[in-house]
């Protein structure tokens, strides 16, 4: 069955500690990988997309990295206003939908 | 460029009510997609709208139903309300089925 999963589930941060979040995949014919930042009562916001195994994005605090199974979202020096939850999802070559990781909630402490 | 639109923001329902949620997608966007989001599940697919047709649909009873307008603007609707029904309900919009998608703020649903 295709799945994604991420850890940890939750991650509590000094402010300036850095870190990285992990999101695994097993869906065959992946198409694409993409990161989302949500914070509480909004919609997901739209950070990266990674296509193929060695890809990195990098946004500000922000960098993402793909391999063949998994994928990484590097924090650097991370503020408070980081603090979210951070989801992934996959998207395969065939069929199906977007799939969504359960999320890593994000607490960056001042 | 304007981003999702959603209508309404916020809805109180009770039980045994029906309801529909709109989502206006950003321009040039054709693939719609909706999502239930409550604490417990996560984000959990609803179905996907692409050029007026329905390509996928998620593991919800009958009760939830949508379509997609020749615009790309797209509604769902729910009948028969029940308490599980309260969520957060997400669009997200793309320029196709496998391309970024784009989330807009959600409605709230709160049945009663």
């Known amino acids: 069955e295709d799945q994604v999963t991420q850890s940890p589930e939750a991650l509590r941060l000094q402010e300036g500690e850095s870190s990285s979040l992990n999101c695994s995949y097993t869906?065959?014919?992946?198409?694409?990988l993409f990161w989302y930042r949500q914070d509480p009562g909004k919609g997901p916001e739209f950070l990266f997309t990674?296509?193929?195994a060695g890809e990195e994005k990098e946004k500000e605090r922000l960098k993402a990295t793909l391999t063949k199974k998994e994928s990484f979202l590097h924090i650097t020096a991370p503020k408070p206003e980081d603090s979210a939850t951070y989801l992934c999802?996959?998207?395969?070559?065939?069929?199906?939908?977007?799939?969504f990781g359960p999320g890593t909630r994000l607490s960056v402490l001042p | 460029k304007a981003g999702v639109t959603q209508t309404p923001r916020y809805l109180i329902k009770t039980r045994g009510q029906q309801v529909t949620l709109s989502c206006s997608p950003i321009s040039g966007h054709r693939s719609v997609s909706w999502y239930q989001q409550t604490p417990g599940q996560g984000l959990q697919f609803l179905f996907e709208?692409?050029?007026?047709?329905?390509?996928n649909k998620g593991n919800f009873p009958g009760r939830f139903s949508g379509r997609q307008f020749s615009n790309s603007r797209s509604e769902m609707n729910v009948s028969t309300l029940e308490l599980g029904d309260s969520a957060l309900y997400l669009c997200?919009?793309?320029?196709?089925?496998?391309?970024?998608?784009?989330f807009g703020p959600g409605t709230r649903l709160t049945v009663l």
């Open positions: 869906v065959s014919g992946l198409r694409g």
């Open positions: 990674l296509y193929s």
């Open positions: 997200a919009t793309g320029m196709g089925p496998r391309n970024e998608q784009f």
């Open positions: 709208y692409f050029s007026e047709t329905q390509r």
């Open positions: 999802a996959v998207v395969q070559d065939y069929g199906q939908n977007f799939v």
